[in-house]
């Protein structure tokens, strides 16, 4: 079975916070090579009105502590510009008819 973790990151400048991102790329290449480790078989950024999602299809964690790793580590980093916590929730999949 796999989980769909995904984590909202409301931001006060959806721009800005995207030019942090290419900003990082160094730091969120670290973390994705870490994770595809870990099991990580996607991983994909989209943007909407005041937020960030990141959005990461794998294998279930051992624990959480990867995702608040990685949610800590890019608040220090400074490049979301975060104007409250963000909302991390995990689904599993189901087996349903169109799954592609």
Same mark, same amino acid.
């Given at each position: 079975?796999?989980? /769909? !973790?995904?984590?909202? #990151?409301?931001?006060?400048? !959806? %721009?800005?916070?995207?030019?942090?991102?290419?900003? +990082?790329?160094? #730091?969120?290449?670290?973390?994705?090579?870490?994770?595809?480790? %870990?099991?990580?078989?996607?991983?994909? #950024?989209?943007?909407?009105?005041?937020?960030?999602?990141?959005?990461? +299809?794998?294998?279930?964690?051992? +624990?959480?502590? %990867?995702?608040?790793?990685?949610?800590?580590?890019?608040?220090?980093?400074? #490049?979301?510009?975060?104007?409250?916590?963000?909302?991390? /929730?995990?689904?599993?999949?189901?087996? %349903?008819?169109? /799954?592609?």
């Amino acid at each position: 079975m796999s989980v /769909t !973790v995904t984590i909202h #990151f409301p931001v006060s400048d !959806v %721009a800005k916070a995207i030019e942090g991102l290419h900003g +990082n790329a160094q #730091f969120l290449e670290e973390i994705t090579e870490s994770t595809r480790g %870990a099991g990580m078989l996607h991983h994909r #950024f989209v943007s909407g009105d005041g937020e960030l999602m990141s959005s990461t +299809n794998g294998r279930p964690p051992s +624990n959480s502590k %990867a995702s608040s790793t990685e949610t800590q580590g890019r608040r220090r980093h400074g #490049f979301y510009r975060m104007t409250g916590p963000p909302e991390i /929730t995990v689904f599993g999949s189901i087996d %349903a008819p169109g /799954t592609v």
